[in-house]
């Protein structure tokens, strides 16, 4: 069963409770997939169910179609937040992590197209690899942090904030007027462009920063 780690090694004191993601909010990958981009942050949720520890293997669902990546910053929530504005969404934030939002491509299509919700190809099992994440005791610059993501030794993603549709801030602002952030909640940022199908062998890894943390991951 997942439980949150922190990278440092001290305990994390919540347990995982909703993932909320947004879609679409770099405009480069709405455009590599052909979609509009939202005039609003376009928001799903995964289950509990859906997370497992990033190191570990990523087993492809079967018989289900064409698998895709997307890397994507990861955020864990440390108090609760309520139609909060963003001045109080800093200090709710206990950590940063890196996520893969894996997705059943041909299926979300196939969702798409019917006018269906995408979770089944979004919140199925192990469908939200994460890492630990890092914890923290200061503040970022949030609109000046980066990661990035190889898939077998080729740089394949590179996110910044500073690029985001909606800035991490008010993202969460935004994302608790719907849903109540809870400790333990993580809300999963967005995907830059370069997202492409898994296979099997393949070989995955991602940074955050130049140094705050990497993480490798294998697919079978």
């Given at each position: 069963?997942?439980?949150?780690?922190?990278?440092?090694?001290?305990?994390?004191?919540?347990?995982?409770g909703?993932?909320?993601?947004?879609?679409?909010n770099?405009?480069?990958?709405?455009?590599?997939?052909?979609?509009?981009?939202?005039?609003?942050?376009?928001?799903?949720?995964?289950?509990?169910?859906?997370?497992?520890?990033?190191a570990?293997?990523?087993?492809?669902?079967?018989?289900?179609?064409?698998?895709h990546?997307?890397?994507?910053?990861?955020?864990?929530?440390?108090?609760?937040?309520?139609n909060?504005?963003?001045?109080?969404?800093?200090?709710?934030?206990?950590?940063l992590?890196?996520?893969?939002?894996?997705?059943?491509?041909?299926?979300?299509?196939?969702?798409?197209?019917?006018?269906?919700?995408?979770?089944?190809?979004k919140?199925?099992?192990?469908?939200?690899?994460?890492?630990?994440?890092?914890?923290?005791d200061?503040?970022p610059?949030?609109?000046?942090?980066?990661?990035?993501?190889?898939?077998?030794?080729?740089?394949?993603?590179?996110?910044?904030?500073?690029?985001?549709?909606?800035?991490?801030?008010?993202?969460?602002?935004?994302?608790?007027?719907?849903?109540?952030?809870?400790?333990?909640?993580?809300?999963?940022?967005?995907?830059?462009?370069?997202?492409?199908?898994?296979?099997?062998?393949?070989?995955?890894?991602?940074?955050?920063?130049?140094?705050?943390?990497?993480?490798?991951?294998?697919?079978?």
């Amino acid at each position: 069963m997942y439980q949150h780690q922190f990278t440092c090694g001290s305990e994390v004191p919540y347990k995982l409770g909703k993932i909320i993601c947004v879609g679409r909010n770099y405009a480069d990958h709405a455009a590599e997939l052909n979609n509009p981009v939202p005039e609003e942050p376009l928001l799903f949720i995964k289950p509990a169910t859906a997370a497992v520890e990033m190191a570990k293997p990523i087993h492809l669902p079967t018989g289900r179609g064409s698998c895709h990546f997307e890397g994507e910053l990861a955020l864990l929530m440390g108090e609760k937040l309520c139609n909060a504005n963003a001045t109080e969404v800093s200090p709710a934030i206990a950590g940063l992590g890196l996520s893969l939002d894996l997705t059943l491509r041909d299926l979300q299509a196939t969702l798409k197209q019917a006018g269906h919700p995408w979770e089944k190809a979004k919140g199925f099992d192990n469908s939200c690899p994460l890492s630990p994440f890092v914890k923290l005791d200061w503040l970022p610059d949030w609109d000046k942090l980066s990661y990035s993501l190889w898939l077998n030794g080729e740089l394949r993603q590179r996110g910044k904030t500073e690029h985001m549709l909606t800035p991490i801030l008010d993202l969460v602002a935004y994302i608790s007027s719907f849903f109540t952030l809870e400790p333990g909640d993580v809300v999963l940022t967005g995907t830059p462009a370069g997202v492409g199908e898994l296979h099997h062998g393949d070989k995955l890894m991602m940074q955050l920063q130049d140094d705050w943390l990497q993480v490798e991951t294998t697919v079978v």
